[in-house]
């Protein structure tokens, strides 16, 4: 843990600048509502399919919920599809998932690998809790950890979490803290950086990993 701190320590802001203007904030959001429902319609049955093998496979749990602190620091219930068997933190204890993670199921570990377990998230856009581009969203449980190392966590709370982000698509999956601060560090510049064409750069780049196969 004091390797971490020693890696992020800098000097505090007192404020980080959105990039973004009022207006642009409002395409945005206009551009979200239209993507995300011309997604949910064309993967239909990419949707369907995905439920049904989940269903008949590993059981009637097919779509995972669970809170994740989102705009403006409030709770919404994120969607997915489920990748992990339902006794996955039996302990009751919040859990990252690791490379080559035992609790994920053989359907689970390839929906993850190509990124198809997000798509009901395409849902949280719609309704206005996600936006297609900004930050991953994360439990409270590692927002807390992550804040006392850093507690610039908070500026990020100016943006809705995103489906797609450029930390994941060069940071990976966050499964260490260390990741997580990393994963901070690039979303901040994000968000003092952030306009409709660096959107743009973003969901081709991240639309043409998943294409070609990349892991991330």
């Given amino acids: 843990m004091l390797e971490i701190v020693e890696m992020v320590q800098t000097k505090p802001r007192k404020r980080v600048h959105d990039g973004m203007s009022t207006t642009s904030r409002i395409i945005k959001r206009n551009f979200d509502v239209i993507v995300s429902a011309l997604g949910i319609l064309l993967l239909f049955p990419a949707f369907l399919i995905i439920y049904v093998l989940l269903r008949v496979v590993d059981g009637?749990?097919?779509?995972?919920?669970?809170?994740?602190?989102?705009?403006?620091?409030?709770l919404f219930t994120l969607y997915k599809?489920?990748?992990?068997?339902?006794?996955?933190?039996?302990?009751?204890?919040?859990?990252?998932?690791?490379?080559?993670?035992?609790?994920?199921?053989?359907?689970?570990?390839?929906?993850?690998?190509?990124?198809?377990?997000?798509?009901?998230?395409?849902?949280?856009?719609?309704?206005?809790?996600?936006?297609?581009?900004g930050p991953r969203p994360e439990?409270?449980?590692?927002?807390?950890?992550?804040?006392?190392i850093n507690p610039e966590y908070r500026f990020l709370f100016r943006m809705r979490p995103g489906l797609f982000s450029m930390a994941t698509l060069y940071n990976g999956y966050t499964d260490t803290m260390e990741k997580m601060q990393i994963r901070l560090r690039m979303d901040l510049d994000y968000l003092e950086n952030r306009n409709f064409v660096l959107d743009l750069k973003i969901i081709c780049m991240t639309v043409f990993a998943i294409l070609s196969g990349k892991h991330f």
């Fill in 81 to 133: 599809f489920r990748t992990m068997r339902e006794d996955a933190e039996e302990n009751g204890i919040p859990q990252l998932c690791a490379e080559n993670d035992r609790r994920l199921t053989p359907i689970g570990a390839f929906l993850r690998r190509h990124h198809l377990d997000e798509l009901p998230q395409l849902w949280n856009v719609l309704i206005g809790d996600m936006s297609i581009v």
């Fill in 60 to 74: 009637k749990n097919v779509i995972f919920r669970q809170e994740r602190v989102g705009y403006k620091g409030k």
């Fill in 139 to 148: 439990r409270q449980y590692f927002v807390d950890q992550i804040m006392e």
